[in-house]
């Protein structure tokens, strides 16, 4: 996970827009993964049965590209209080700001949304300010 590979992420990326236009295209609907697995708690039939198959996706998914060799991190250097408390995080600030990182970043830039494109923007420059905080003021992460 610390090797750049520009024709795998491109791959990679071009494979998660194409799977945004295609459901946008065919169901009308955004392919914004948090507001997918919220929507699961509140929604019956149909509604329900795309949005549970598109989060099995998103975990068959790596199992399927580890036959082609790709490969996910085997450990994770936090306990799982840290873990649970930073899924927590993530899930308040992705209800807080309307979607998270891919649906702005990826399905709401996409339709030139200027929420989004403001949300983005605001994410990017704080992943900014954090790595630089942390390699460079607190001297940790090197």
């Not at 169901?27 to 699961?40: D, E, L, T």
């Not at 209800?95 to 996409?110: E, P, Q, R, Y």
């Amino acid at each position: 996970m610390t090797e750049f590979t520009p024709a795998t992420a491109a791959i990679g990326g071009a494979m998660i827009g194409l799977s945004a236009v295609i459901l946008l295209l065919f169901n009308g609907k955004i392919a914004g993964i948090s507001g997918i697995f919220n929507s699961c708690f509140t929604k019956k039939g149909l509604a329900l049965s795309w949005r549970l198959l598109f989060l099995v996706g998103i975990i068959v998914g790596p199992i399927i590209a580890s036959f082609f060799g790709f490969s996910l991190p085997q450990s994770i250097d936090a306990s799982w209080l840290v873990m649970a408390v930073a899924g927590l995080l993530v899930g308040f600030g992705s209800n807080l700001g309307n979607g998270c990182t891919s649906g702005h970043g990826i399905c709401g830039m996409g339709r030139l949304s200027p929420r989004s494109i403001v949300a983005t923007l605001v994410f990017m420059a704080v992943a900014l300010i954090t790595v630089f905080v942390i390699r460079h003021l607190i001297g940790g992460l090197s």
